[in-house]
Every structure is written in C-alpha cells, then in structure tokens.
C-alpha cells in the first residue's frame, strides 16, 4: 500500500485528486494539507510515503512548494515528493527538481498518467510531464544556451517589473551581479534589452 499525503490550498483540488487516487487499490491518502507548512510538518511524521505537492499556495502559507519540498526531503528516510502543478516554465521546474522533487506532473494529467507517477515516485524513480521532460533534454543538449535556475529567477523578477536595484535587494545580490547576470541571459536568448528577453523567454516557456 502506497500512502499518499495531499498537499494543495484548494479543497477542490484536494477532493478531486482523492477521488481519482482512492480509485487505485493501493493508494492510500492519509493526510491532507492545505499550507505548505501543515505539510512539511504532517510528511515529517511516520506512514507517508508519497507527497502530492502543489507549488503556489495561498497567502496563508509563506512557504512555496520547492521551499516545502527541499525541507521534506532534507530529512532522512523522507517520503518522496511528487509536484503536481499547472506550472510547467523553467522558474517553476528547475527550483523544484533541484529541492528534490521525484517527479512532475501537470494537473492536466490523464488519471492513468498520475497513478503511473505515484508509483514511480514511491520506488524512487522519476516521472516528468513529457513538456518538462523535452526541456530538460534540450537543456543538457544545450547547457551552454540553458539560462541557470538563478539567471531564470532574475529574468522572472524582470518580467515582474522589478528594477535592478529590486532585484538586487529582493536576492540578496549586489547590482553589478544583477547586471552580470542580466549581460549572461542576453548572450543566451540572443537579445538586447529587458523586454526582448522577457518576450523570447515567455515565447521559450521558460518563465510564466
């Protein structure tokens, strides 16, 4: 039996993944949370094997979903963690992946395509969404052209509206750093200014 804990700040989300889950005769949910927080204290405790987590919660939790997930699996013998979003760009994948994230999959997902995942995640093996798959493959075919998951926050505070000064007090990081980065992700994109970096990553999908 694979025990599964629900981590999303919509119940329908919630009754809607229960639903289809409780279908498979060997899952089973043990727990829900509806922070990011109540879930990384719930996968802390003893009979959960799999977390479906969601990467956006509301402004009740202060913790995202690749925050929550990194400290889930900071733990030893942690349960394994499945994202399962409507987020798929680079800003979203690359920062849960690198928390340690066993899979990621798209609320889209077919039901056979999500029961596939669990067990997958649960035996330690990975499942990807095929457009997060594909991008990760043209990122190691092209590691030189990949922006890096720090050069894609930038680009995304960028997108944001933020100015250089804010991003630099928003990451902690000095402007010429800001500006290192920003010269970087130009180079890659094959651009020169902020809007067409933002036009040509959106048009990518490597930032929402």
Do not use: W
Not at 70 to 83: E, Y
Not at 136 to 143: D, H, Q, S, V
Not at 158 to 170: E, F, P
């Amino acid at each position: 039996m694979i025990r599964l804990l629900i981590a999303d700040d919509h119940p329908v989300v919630r009754a809607g993944l229960r639903a289809v889950l409780e279908c498979e005769p060997d899952f089973a949910i043990v727990a829900e949370a509806a922070t990011a927080e109540r879930a990384v204290e719930l996968a802390a405790e003893p009979g959960v094997d799999v977390v479906l987590m969601d990467l956006q919660f509301g402004p009740g939790s202060a913790m995202n979903g690749a925050q929550a997930t990194a400290a889930i699996t900071a733990r030893a013998g942690a349960p394994r963690v499945l994202v399962v979003t409507t987020y798929d760009t680079d800003a979203d994948t690359l920062p849960a992946l690198e928390a340690g994230a066993t899979g990621y999959l798209l609320k889209d997902a077919p039901p056979e395509e999500l029961a596939q995942a669990v067990r997958a995640a649960a035996a330690g093996r990975s499942a990807l969404a095929p457009s997060v798959a594909d991008r990760l493959l043209e990122r190691m075919r092209a590691p030189a052209a990949a922006l890096s998951a720090r050069e894609t926050e930038v680009l995304g505070l960028v997108a944001d509206g933020l100015t250089n000064q804010q991003i630099s007090q928003r990451l902690h990081l000095s402007q010429a750093t800001v500006k290192s980065h920003l010269v970087h992700i130009y180079t890659k994109l094959a651009v020169d200014s902020r809007t067409a970096a933002v036009r040509e990553a959106r048009g990518r999908g490597l930032i929402r």
